[in-house]
């Protein structure tokens, strides 16, 4: 595991209360019952920190009505913000958000991890009750100057 994205990950731990050691070993944190994974890809000043959530999978009369709307979001990002919905072999929706890792401090990756779980919950609602959230708030900023 790279320094820069060790130091980031025990900065985050110590800003919000968690033990440094565990968020290292197992690069998750629950937030509001929703596991969100973290992960560094690639290297240098190409290396990403991705989050990646796995919400649910929906109810067989209901998957055409969830993967068309999935598709919707997805495109121009117009109900995902700057993040994708994907979709696992046994049908699970995936969502996901990649930022440069020299554009994230502690504070911005606290924002964006808490972003994602509003995000992530609303989609996992939806996914499985069938409630719409009304309209999803501009949670990502794609220009890299915000978390």
Not at 61 to 77: C, F, P, S
């Given at each position: 595991?790279?320094?820069?994205?060790?130091?980031?990950?025990?900065?985050?731990?110590?800003?919000?209360?968690?033990?440094?050691?565990?968020l290292i070993a197992t690069e998750e944190i629950i937030i509001d019952?929703?596991?969100?994974?973290?992960?560094?890809?690639?290297?240098?000043?190409?290396?990403?920190?991705?989050?990646?959530?796995?919400?649910?999978?929906?109810?067989?009369?209901?998957?055409?009505?969830?993967?068309?709307?999935?598709?919707?979001?997805?495109?121009?990002?117009?109900?995902?913000?700057?993040?994708?919905?994907?979709?696992?072999?046994?049908?699970?929706?995936?969502?996901?958000?990649?930022?440069?890792?020299?554009?994230?401090?502690?504070?911005?990756?606290a924002v964006l991890l808490a972003k994602t779980a509003d995000l992530?919950?609303?989609?996992?609602?939806?996914?499985?009750?069938?409630?719409?959230?009304?309209?999803?708030?501009?949670?990502?900023?794609?220009?890299?100057?915000?978390?």
């Open positions: 595991m790279p320094e820069s994205y060790q130091n980031l990950l025990t900065t985050l731990a110590q800003e919000i209360g968690l033990e440094a050691a565990a019952d929703l596991p969100i994974g973290l992960q560094l890809q690639g290297e240098g000043e190409r290396a990403e920190v991705v989050l990646c959530s796995l919400l649910a999978a929906p109810q067989m009369d209901r998957w055409d009505e969830v993967v068309r709307a999935l598709m919707h979001a997805n495109h121009l990002y117009d109900g995902t913000p700057g993040a994708t919905l994907g979709m696992l072999p046994d049908d699970t929706v995936s969502l996901n958000v990649r930022r440069p890792l020299r554009a994230l401090d502690a504070h911005k990756l992530g919950l609303a989609w996992q609602d939806f996914i499985v009750s069938g409630h719409a959230t009304p309209g999803v708030p501009a949670f990502f900023d794609t220009t890299g100057t915000h978390a």
